[in-house]
């Protein structure tokens, strides 16, 4: 996940809870910016720990390379 992509959800995350602590939206509301912010994180979670793969996997080619060179 790129820097951008994690900067606008955690940005997003905050203004939900905002709204939420605000007291302005109905019981409904306040569920569906919930779900947002599981959403959000569960997103984050999957593409960092997609990226972790892809970096151990470019470690392990390097590694592999420079041993041979």
Same mark, same amino acid.
């Given at each position: 996940?790129?820097? *951008?992509?994690?900067?606008?959800?955690?940005?997003?995350?905050?203004?939900?809870?905002?709204?939420?602590?605000?007291? @302005?939206?109905?019981?409904?509301?306040?569920?569906?910016?919930?779900?947002?912010?599981?959403?959000?994180?569960? *997103?984050? *979670?999957?593409?960092?720990?997609?990226? @972790?793969?892809? *970096?151990?996997?470019?470690? @392990?080619?390097?590694?592999?390379?420079?041993?041979?060179?």
């Amino acid at each position: 996940m790129n820097l *951008q992509k994690i900067s606008n959800s955690a940005f997003r995350i905050i203004d939900l809870c905002h709204q939420i602590a605000s007291g @302005e939206y109905s019981k409904k509301g306040e569920a569906r910016r919930e779900r947002e912010i599981i959403r959000l994180i569960g *997103q984050m *979670q999957i593409e960092a720990e997609a990226d @972790e793969r892809a *970096q151990d996997y470019l470690d @392990e080619k390097y590694r592999q390379g420079g041993d041979g060179e």
